[in-house]
């Protein structure tokens, strides 16, 4: 099978996300959150819209969020924390929580102050792919599935979601990094952090997405261009999602063991390979198509996001305060381990502020796997 542009450029990303991070420009960019998600809590407007969903998700990107949403509704945020304010659209993951092993306990654990969302437009030969176009006005999907307990060759593999967990260590202090598919295992430290990531799909069979079966209508592709893509899901092809997902778990120091793993993700799953991500577009019509073929800052940063090149013709970009600022209050009455307003800190040792949970919220116990997890509804 020849290689991809998901397969190369991803490999590449996932390289920097486990080793040190390589300077380089491409027809990609970067958008980097603001200090705090937009609001922590259980809403899945894809997944059970009009209703409190199954489990906790951190939520950034338009104020327009609500748990019922369309186009429109997304069109309506006057802030956002991503940077270009042309970006509406909303992103969210599920919460990761520390499993106390002296008495069971959950305690969040906290975000460290960004998430990184890159959008991939690019051929293997560092050229702008052609065949890529903007996402339709009524457009969303899910990478990755809440379900899953274990490893899945294909569906995780370098022509899927590339799902991967990395401890992030310190060589300077003798702190190893470890990473796998799922939450990796013998470490007592991740001084740089603990951290997920995931590509989203981007070949489209033209279908609307379908609640009964939630990943039909899209594909990944498997070489440049709309070719590049499986039939039937050659109709479209989008830009490629690729997210990381930043945590402080030094919080947790000296309360677990090498031979231990105690983190757990709010839909139950002690294994990591159940992490997913939902994406509901609101990118105003027009501003990735005229950006995608100019802006290719890459990881450099250079040209920032709010270049001409990139958005600064199309309505610029959010400063870093108007971002931490843009915030929504929950419209879930429970406690999900986090407080409205709470920033949480970047340093080890400070516990989030929603305090200790007897259990995750919703019905969601643990499962263990290695088949898929069962649906819980209460």
């Known amino acids: 099978m020849p290689f991809s542009t998901f397969g190369l450029l991803s490999w590449g990303l996932l390289a920097s996300f486990v080793d040190p991070i390589i300077a380089q420009q491409g027809h990609y960019f970067i ?15 894809i997944v059970s819209p009009g209703a409190t969903s199954g489990h906790v998700h951190s939520i950034v990107g338009g104020n327009g ?13 006057t802030c956002s924390t991503m940077s270009p304010k042309a970006d509406k659209s909303n992103y969210w993951m599920p919460n990761v929580y520390f499993q106390d092993p002296s008495n069971g306990s959950f305690i969040r ?12 437009y690019g051929t293997t030969a560092n050229t702008v792919d052609k065949d890529i176009v903007e996402f339709p006005q009524e457009f969303r999907m899910i990478g990755g599935s809440y379900l899953a307990r274990s490893e899945n ?6 022509y899927g979601s590339q799902l991967g967990w990395v401890c992030h260590g310190d060589p300077t202090n003798n702190y190893k990094s470890y990473s796998a598919v799922g939450f990796p295992t013998g470490f007592t430290s991740c001084p740089g952090g603990l951290a997920a990531a995931l590509t989203l799909p981007s070949c489209w069979n033209g279908q609307p997405f379908n ?4 990943s039909a209508h ?12 499986p039939a039937p899901h050659n109709v479209a092809r989008f830009p490629q999602i690729f997210v990381e997902y930043w945590l402080q778990v030094d919080t947790f120091n000296g309360l677990y063991s090498a031979n231990h793993q105690p983190f757990v993700l709010s839909s139950g799953d002690p294994t990591g390979y159940g992490y997913h991500i939902d994406f509901l577009n609101g990118w105003n019509v027009g501003a990735l198509k005229s950006a995608m073929p100019t802006c290719q800052p890459g990881n450099t940063f250079n040209p920032p996001l ?37 920033v949480d800190t970047s340093y080890p040792g400070y516990l989030t502020h929603g305090g200790v949970l007897d259990a995750l919220p919703g019905c969601n116990p643990i499962q263990y796997g290695p088949a898929n997890a069962q649906p819980m509804t209460c």
């Open 31 to 45: 958008l980097e959150g603001g200090n705090a998600p937009l609001v922590i809590e259980r809403l899945d407007p």
């Open 65 to 77: 969020f609500q748990s019922s949403m369309n186009f429109a509704q997304a069109q309506t945020s």
């Open 109 to 120: 654990v906290p975000e460290l102050p960004y998430h990184k969302i890159y959008y991939k």
């Open 153 to 158: 060759a294909t569906a995780m593999g370098p």
């Open 211 to 214: 609640i009964a079966s939630p």
């Open 218 to 229: 899209m594909a990944y592709p498997v070489a440049d261009g709309l070719s590049g893509c």
């Open 306 to 342: 709010s270049d001409p090149s990139c958005f600064g013709k199309l309505g610029g970009t959010y400063t870093s305060p108007e971002m931490a600022a843009c915030t929504v209050k929950p419209t879930v009455n429970e406690n999900v381990g986090w407080t409205y307003g709470q």
